[in-house]
């Protein structure tokens, strides 16, 4: 998709004219939008200037890029390129809201730095009346057109969070807030990508350590990077890592009377949430078993990140393969915590060994939470050479010397025997390579 050079953004309210949702909606219906297809735009609605039309059609490229984050919202809501990159995903919004109402009740609170709005719809939608704060101008008019629907359940304020008044404050149950944690005048690299996150919670703007400040006057949430190091939180503190669709996406920190010293994983997958939190006694009741069941269970990378993996294994009753990161079970397991793989065969370990088994196959998908030897790592030591009639085939590594071929539960009824028929020499045209993992 190509586009001219980039003029200054129409004001918001602009692209909410009635000509311009019109052209919005036309343009979302085209396959593709080139270079000629602006121009013929352009000489269909004269009546509308260059940059208006050019600014609708980069609203209808983001449409259809945000879609997948925020759903329908993306149909009619105002968008902009760097908002939109670090936008809450819409079902973890409306956990975090539905979760920060269970925990504070429903109130006054305050979104601060509320982007585009998805936090700020979220929390209304919860039942909360909110205080919208955003220092960037247009961005805080893309909320208020984004919000006007919600009417007096969202106020949109432009400006910084740190020049709310005591009497603002003291209207307030809560807060959450969205520090921005990458320099928006740093340059892009020169693949185009985000400039790199800022490593010290003290650059972020507004600061950790004003973060904490706050949490001292009223409840906080606030949303951190997925790597978040949870020592910067308080020992009161609650630390939460968010699954959301098989992905870790960001981190919650409660903190100002909301936590209790907890670390939790939750993962969200197709309207189905689950969450486990830090418990001694389930961790110190954790089974080890060396025998391979008939399936591999993987804790999310949420559950891996909060230290749960033991805890989550004790709570399911479900033992820990050699002491790894791994589960095995008779079962396959239905949480959106993990997923389960069935076990084919165990296959050779030795780089050598293994290279001969997986002769006969196609693409192959490595799986490993061993950050020493990555899935990339072992692509390299195997060198397989993937068949191009072979059938493609995932191989676990546990991490104990040990590998497995397995299959997805959503995969389970016939692979296997597809298995059996490609150590045959058979093998299978009709089987794609796969990207899983």
């Not at 059609?57 to 329908?72: H, K, N, S, V, Y």
């Not at 994983?265 to 060396?290: C, F, M, P, Y």
């Not at 071929?405 to 389970?412: C, G, L, N, P, S």
Request: with cysteine; hydrophobic share 45%.
């Amino acid at each position: 998709m190509a586009f001219d050079d980039p003029a200054p953004l129409p004001r918001p309210s602009a692209l909410q004219a009635p000509q311009a949702r019109h052209l919005r909606a036309a343009l979302a219906d085209l396959s593709e939008i080139t270079p000629s297809s602006l121009a013929a735009l352009r000489r269909d609605h004269p009546a509308l200037s260059p940059d208006l039309i050019s600014a609708i059609a980069t609203q209808a490229r983001l449409q259809t890029r945000a879609a997948p984050r925020i759903g329908d919202l993306a149909l009619t809501w105002i968008l902009e390129d760097a908002a939109l990159q670090q936008v809450t995903r819409l079902d973890v919004a409306r956990y975090r809201a539905g979760e920060l109402v269970r925990r504070l009740g429903a109130g006054a609170v305050a979104d601060l730095g509320c982007g585009l709005g998805v936090d700020t719809f979220a929390l209304a939608e919860a039942g909360c009346t909110v205080l919208a704060v955003e220092r960037d101008p247009w961005r805080a008019e893309a909320a208020r057109v984004n919000l006007a629907s919600l009417g007096d359940r969202v106020e949109v304020r432009l400006m910084d969070a740190h020049d709310l008044t005591d009497a603002d404050w003291g209207r307030l149950r809560g807060a959450y807030v969205d520090p921005a944690r990458r320099r928006g005048d740093a340059p892009r690299p020169r693949d185009g990508s985000r400039p790199r996150p800022l490593a010290d919670p003290q650059d972020w703007e507004p600061s950790w350590r004003w973060i904490l400040s706050l949490a001292d006057r009223l409840p906080v949430v606030a949303k951190v990077a997925p790597g978040f190091d949870a020592r910067h939180a308080p020992t009161t503190a609650d630390v939460e890592w968010i699954d959301h669709a098989g992905e870790t996406v960001e981190a919650s920190v409660w903190l100002g009377g909301l936590g209790s010293g907890q670390r939790r994983a939750t993962a969200l997958r197709e309207g189905v949430v689950d969450t486990i939190e830090s418990a001694a006694q389930h961790a110190a009741s954790a089974s080890v078993t060396t025998q391979v069941r008939e399936w591999l269970i993987e804790p999310t990378p949420a559950v891996r990140r909060a230290g749960l993996v033991s805890d989550f294994a004790a709570a399911r009753d479900i033992p820990l393969l050699d002491a790894g990161g791994w589960l095995t079970h008779v079962h396959a397991v239905t949480t959106p915590l993990a997923r389960s793989w069935r076990v084919l065969e165990e296959v050779p370990w030795r780089a050598k060994d293994l290279r001969a088994w997986l002769r006969p196959y196609g693409a192959v998908t490595w799986k490993t939470i061993d950050a020493a030897l990555s899935a990339d790592t072992w692509d390299s030591r195997i060198g397989h050479s993937p068949v191009r009639t072979g059938v493609p085939i995932t191989i676990v590594i546990t991490g104990q010397g040990r590998a497995f071929a397995v299959e997805r539960k959503t995969d389970a009824g016939g692979l296997g025997q597809v298995l059996s028929d490609s150590r045959d020499g058979i093998g299978s045209d009709s089987a794609a390579p796969t990207d899983e993992g």
